[in-house]
């Protein structure tokens, strides 16, 4: 699941991701110190990722494999990463590593002592090298089992500036200004934004943003813990307002049932691709590498972005996301897995998809310059000095039957919500019993 991210402006843009890594650079610490030790070997990779996101993940791999003599091979598992993953262990085919999209499908595979413990080395990395917050998502009590390889900034709406030129509409600061400037694209030919609706992770990311500038950060992390009923006003104000969006045909392209048909890629291709449909598309700034890989727009000038605006008078929200890198205990390859999850922790490592684009590194010792545009530069230098003021992505932090799960759960009930927004009393109540039962599992 492309579930992640990029942004600019200062305040509105810190991020939170800082995380887990290597010292600088190379020797011992990044995977056998290029001496090919791992020669013969093979370290069987799972993860959600696809398309251009698998594509510049594999010269990671291959870099790794130029090091240290290791092979690489990556599964891609769709986004049910927890299900595809929990049949390889059971049919005694586990992969050596997992790229987690989730942390609660983490602390899952914890739980259910699936996981190694990450090395010394990599432990001393993190300590030394990424923001504590990384630390703490990657650790199940008290033990450190995920290196935050890839980062998230899941707070920004990109735009096409010709678009947006066209209808006179500069980036709002509200949200209220936001659906204002959205009538007035819509006014000028196209529709204001293309929603991923196909792809329930996308509506969660709606939801938080919307519901952490609303109800502040506080309620966020109670409901994140569920400690806070999905049924509290809270909830249901921000479903209110969100479903102010859904139900206008206006501003989205195809209406519900055109968004509902939409997936990720399918929302970038009706801002950037040869057929604009509308002028704007919410998600993180994973965003830029779709529009740049498959467009060959220029991030910047051919696709721009501003922050998500604040709420209701709320603080403008800026939500996180990460995937992180763990060992399965039961692979047959763990020693050389440990050593690949030893140079992801490296600037080296993060230094190769930072020049291919659509990605960002919670990694404070990778040199900006590494990034190939200055949106994404200022970004990764903003998303570093925030350390820990951001809040990490709430169905990521649920049980993978309520946040992570295809046609289940959150994902699920807010597709509902989308194809019809006028219960969000109902919707709330529906998903306090789906959040119940997951928990409690």
Not at 54 to 62: A, G, Y
Not at 377 to 386: F, H, P, Y
Request: glycine fraction near 12%; include cysteine; charge should be neutral.
């Amino acid at each position: 699941m492309m579930r992640r991210r990029t942004t600019l402006l200062t305040s509105c843009i810190a991020l939170t991701l800082a995380l887990g890594a290597t010292a600088c650079g190379g020797g011992d610490v990044s995977a056998g110190g290029g001496d090919k030790a791992l020669s013969g070997q093979t370290v069987t990779v799972a993860g959600v990722w696809s398309g251009s996101e698998q594509k510049n993940f594999q010269k990671v791999l291959d870099a790794f494999t130029e090091k240290t003599g290791a092979k690489t091979q990556f599964v891609s598992t769709g986004d049910n990463v927890s299900t595809v993953v929990g049949s390889k262990i059971e049919g005694g085919n586990a992969p050596d590593v997992v790229m987690v999209p989730q942390v609660g499908v983490l602390q899952q595979f914890a739980k259910k002592g699936w996981l190694k413990p990450l090395s010394p080395t990599a432990q001393q990395t993190i300590d030394a090298d990424y923001a504590p917050v990384w630390k703490k998502y990657g650790s199940v009590d008290g033990t450190l089992y995920g290196l935050y390889f890839k980062a998230a900034h899941k707070s920004t709406i990109w735009y096409s500036p010709d678009a947006l030129t066209q209808a006179g509409v500069k980036p709002p600061k509200t949200y209220a200004d936001l659906l204002k400037a959205g009538h007035t694209v819509s006014d000028s030919g196209l529709a204001a934004f293309a929603v991923a609706g196909q792809d329930g992770w996308t509506l969660t990311d709606w939801f938080e943003n919307v519901y952490l500038s609303q109800a502040g950060p506080e309620k966020y992390d109670a409901l994140a813990a569920h400690k806070l009923k999905w049924t509290d006003p809270t909830v249901v104000e921000a479903l209110t307002t969100l479903g102010k969006l859904f139900k206008d045909k206006q501003l989205i392209a195809g209406g519900q049932k055109g968004a509902l048909n939409t997936d990720f890629p399918g929302s970038v291709e009706k801002v950037f691709g040869p057929k604009p449909e509308a002028g704007m598309v919410y998600e993180g700034d994973f965003v830029a590498g779709v529009a740049h890989d498959q467009y060959g727009k220029a991030i910047g000038k051919d696709a721009g972005f501003f922050p998500f605006p604040a709420v209701d008078g709320g603080t403008a929200p800026v939500v996180s996301g990460g995937d992180a890198a763990v060992v399965l205990k039961d692979a047959k390859n763990a020693k050389a897995g440990m050593k690949l999850l030893e140079y992801l922790a490296t600037p080296e490592a993060a230094a190769v998809w930072a020049k291919a684009g659509g990605f960002l590194s919670p990694n404070k010792k990778l040199d900006p310059a590494a990034y190939g545009d200055d949106v994404t530069r200022a970004t990764a230098k903003s998303l570093v000095g925030a350390g820990d003021s951001v809040r990490f992505d709430m169905s990521d932090q649920a049980p993978a039957a309520f946040g992570g799960t295809k046609g289940a759960g959150e994902w699920k009930l807010l597709q509902d919500f989308l194809r019809d927004p006028s219960d969000p009393k109902g919707t709330a109540a529906k998903l306090e019993a789906a959040a119940a039962k997951s928990y409690q599992d």
